[in-house]
């Protein structure tokens, strides 16, 4: 089956920084990647997406790059927040809306 | 406004008893999943439903059960065969296409008295 790495588990950062968040997937079929974002005690909330036949996408101070011939992804913060703050998993999909998720990043934003 | 809804918030089980969770959706999304998440870790995967009055085992099935008897519900049974049931339980939904995402409710925090 599937296998998605997330790293670094842990990532903190001053307020106006980048942070970038890298994930490895094995299933070469894999052809969708969304990114969630989970604040404390609340589920997990869509931020960005990508599909299989675009390399990069980008939503305001977001954004996500696709190499599907390394079966790498990435997402991207830049200007960080204090808001920012949160746990981010990224997951792929194979089948059907059946998602493998990674085991997420803890980001903390100074302020 | 459309989502997903969990209850209780928090839950507390008794050694020995089974325990059901709510997860009602109102986004006419045909497919459902549960997920448990311990401190620190990711979303395993506990069953999945794709259509009405069926579902799959995920990776950690053992101890929990599910019904699908309609479209908008996904309870999830914890069951006394689940001998560490502790944990955060987030129920999910998608629209079982390729590039749908999954909607997530807001978890049930079951603990063990």
């Known amino acids: 089956g599937e296998n998605v790495e997330q790293h670094p588990s842990t990532l903190s950062v001053q307020e106006g920084d980048s942070a970038v968040i890298k994930c490895t997937y094995s299933d070469s079929a894999s052809n969708y990647f969304p990114w969630y974002k989970q604040e404390l005690g609340k589920g997990p909330q869509l931020i960005i997406d990508?599909?299989?036949?675009?390399g990069e996408k980008k939503d305001q101070r977001i954004a996500v790059t696709l190499n599907k011939t390394a079966k790498h992804f990435s997402l991207h913060i830049t200007e960080t927040q204090p808001e920012d703050s949160a746990v981010y998993f990224c997951?792929?999909?194979?089948?059907?809306?059946?998602?493998?998720f990674g085991d997420g990043t803890t980001l903390t934003v100074k302020p | 406004d459309g989502g997903i809804t969990q209850s209780p918030k928090y839950l507390f089980r008794k050694e020995g008893q089974n325990v059901t969770l709510s997860c009602e959706q109102n986004l006419n999304h045909d497919a459902m999943y549960w997920y448990r998440q311990d401190p620190g870790q990711g979303l395993r995967l506990i069953y999945y439903s794709q259509i009405v009055n069926d579902f799959q085992k995920g990776d950690i099935a053992e101890g929990y059960s599910v019904s699908r008897e309609k479209k908008e519900s996904f309870p999830l049974t914890v069951t006394s065969a689940q001998k560490n049931p502790t944990a955060f339980y987030l129920c999910a939904s998608s629209n079982g296409q390729v590039y749908g995402p999954q909607h997530f409710g807001d978890g049930t925090r079951l603990s063990i008295l």
């Open positions: 997951a792929a999909n194979t089948n059907a809306g059946k998602s493998t």
């Open positions: 990508i599909r299989s036949n675009v």
